[in-house]
């Protein structure tokens, strides 16, 4: 049973994001008790896990949608990356959506890393990678 959920796409995406994330919180955390300003740290966590969800996502994940190295790679590199960002900008509309109607902020962040999920899913299986677009 493992061995099937291991050959599904999303579930080796969605292992590949929860990694990504440690890379990000571990980061974020290490830099914070160091001293580092939050703005700085957290910054520099989202960009190593964009980095290591990368390196997951084209190395594990869309194994038969990598590019080969040279331009359609550089383009590829520059898809996920607009989709980090696009990411990043639906996760900050939805956490001050929700603090500026009175809600938890943390609340937020959950129903946003959840829509986030499903998002850069959608852009990476249909787009960046889209030669791998099977489930």
Known sequence: MLRRAADIVLVRYF??????LGVDMVTFLTLLHF????TLAASAGYSLGIVAHWLLSSRAVFTDGLAA?????TRQKVLFLLSAMFGVGVTTGIVGAADFLGADP??????AIAVSFTVNWLLRRGLV???SARA
Do not use: D, H, N, Q
């Open 106 to 111: 943390r609340l937020g962040k959950l129903v």
């Open 129 to 131: 990678f889209r030669a």
């Open 15 to 20: 292992i590949a994001s929860l990694l990504a």
């Open 35 to 38: 001293g580092t300003a939050p």
């Open 69 to 73: 190295p040279g331009p359609e790679r």
